[in-house]
């Protein structure tokens, strides 16, 4: 049985679990330390809060309370690098037989992948985490993206 540092009383076992010392009042005083918060979540819904001790400076300092949603960039704290996009040669217009294409290859992905892929997107992951869970190429989950969000003409 544990026993409080200040006046030796019996503690009960949950509490000798996180403290060392009992709960009146002068002990509580004495032994108390202060902890500091720290909000790692803020939303319009809910805001998370932590004691801050060793273990979430570990956690902060690795990035584990970070938006997941944000870009490589903000989350590495590394410059972002601009990309500039290839130079293309210019290709004739589409005609009108390559207009009347389907958006969505027969072979490419299924409807149920589709409509998967629009949920999770939805949800905020990026088109490599989609592609992990429907076992799909990170491009093929792309174009299936921008296949359903473009409008079928008749």
């Keep these: 049985m544990a026993h ?3 006046c030796g009383a019996e503690l009960h076992p949950e509490r000798a679990e996180r403290y060392d010392y009992c709960t009146r009042r002068e002990c509580r005083e004495r032994n108390a ?17 932590l004691v801050l001790d060793e273990r979430t400076r ?24 601009p990309r500039t996009a290839p130079a ?6 589409p005609t009108a037989a390559r207009k009347a294409a389907p958006r969505r290859p027969a072979a490419g992905w299924s409807q149920a992948q589709q409509d998967l892929a629009l ?3 939805a949800r905020g992951l990026r088109p490599d985490e989609i592609a ?3 076992g799909l190429s990170r491009y093929t989950v792309t174009q299936l ?3 359903a969000k473009r409008p079928v003409k008749p």
């Design 33 to 49: 330390r202060p902890r500091t918060i720290v909000t790692v979540g803020v939303n319009k819904a809910a805001d998370e809060f």
């Design 4 to 6: 409080c540092v200040s």
């Design 88 to 93: 293309r040669a210019a290709s004739p217009r």
């Design 119 to 121: 949920i999770y997107n």
């Design 132 to 134: 992990d869970k429907l």
């Design 58 to 81: 570990l956690d902060l300092a690795a990035g584990r309370y970070q938006d997941q949603r944000k870009s490589a960039s903000v989350t590495d704290g590394g410059p972002a690098v």
């Design 145 to 147: 993206l921008l296949a």
